[in-house]
């Protein structure tokens, strides 16, 4: 089959296009021929030889890559959910060696979800490793309610805008930030208020949120410090935690953590039920064919992406 493998740390060079063994199925698996492929930030940070790199350094050949919709091939024994021909999304083996780079996918039966039938396969992948990490951020750590206030960082990208959606099925108040030229694409996915980042600073604007998603990391998660009321929560995904953002904000009273996304189906059953009522779409910015994988990764490491860029098989 075809496969893209990591020779090495480094450029998109180091992606290349070469045929592998197709894999074999677990008694708990399921061997997916791939339609679509989403990339994530995750994805050129391990390729540049950050990420969760140093987990697959050792593996040969590696294939990186987490994020899948497809056509169940075959079956292990002991997999009762899912039969050949059904089509199937979800996010593989995360932390770990996902292996989505490629026309067939060994994926174990708990990381899957069955495709909306209302939905591409495009739309389906680009709805696994970013809005899971969303609904995991706030549902399983953030455990947002109904009238809490929640602001969302970065509130048209990839995860972003997934953020916004799932934040305000939960019934919060949600304010999204972006440049100016995007304020309506966040105010379309349900926002009830924007910040332009570019000319607003956001925690002179917000004090009093329950709980700051930072999909931006860096410094952004410092500021958003000041953006929570007292025992509020900022949870990041970019930066892990630092020993000095811990004392800032145990002085200033409130609640910070990064946070990880894991595969997980019954989530991913979850995030399809919304995808098939329509309370939740994923917004694809564009679409690359396999053969230009790299090209996908340039596009995703500048950074300017309106929701998700996709690759297809």
Do not use: C
């Amino acid at each position: 089959m075809k496969a893209i493998i990591l020779t090495q740390p480094g450029g998109v060079e180091n992606l290349k296009l070469t045929t592998v063994e197709k894999p074999k199925v677990a008694r708990n698996g399921v061997l997916i021929k791939v339609k679509a492929i989403s990339i994530n930030p995750v994805d050129w940070k391990t390729r540049r030889g950050t990420g969760v790199y140093g987990r697959l350094k050792d593996l040969n050949p590696l294939i990186i890559g987490w994020d899948v919709s497809g056509v169940v091939e075959s079956v292990g024994e002991d997999v009762v959910a899912f039969k050949s021909g059904d089509e199937v999304f979800g996010m593989v083996n995360f932390p770990g060696h996902g292996q989505a780079y490629a026309e067939y996918v060994a994926a174990p039966a708990d990381h899957l979800a069955l495709k909306p039938a209302n939905i591409s396969h495009e739309e389906a992948a680009a709805a696994t490793l970013a809005a899971l990490t969303a609904w995991q951020v706030l549902v399983t750590y953030g455990n947002v309610q109904a009238g809490q206030k929640v602001l969302v960082h970065a509130a048209a990208g990839g995860v972003g805008h997934y953020g916004v959606q799932i934040a305000k099925h939960l019934g919060a108040y949600v304010i999204g930030t972006s440049s100016a030229a995007k304020k309506d694409i966040v105010m379309d996915l349900g926002a009830d208020e924007h910040i332009d980042y570019t000319s607003q600073k956001f925690e002179e604007l917000v004090q009093d949120a329950d709980l700051v998603f930072d999909t931006v990391g860096g410094e952004n998660f410092v500021r958003s410090l000041d953006a929570v009321k007292p025992h509020g929560w900022v949870i990041s995904i970019p930066s892990g935690m630092s020993g000095d953002i811990e004392a800032q904000a145990k002085a200033k009273g409130v609640n910070a953590r990064a946070m990880l996304v894991e595969s997980n189906g019954k989530d991913m059953q979850l995030l399809a039920g919304l995808l098939a009522s329509g309370k939740m779409k994923s917004l694809i910015n564009s679409v690359y064919p396999f053969e230009q994988m790299g090209a996908a990764h340039t596009e995703l490491e500048q950074g300017k992406a309106t929701g998700k860029i996709m690759v297809t098989l």
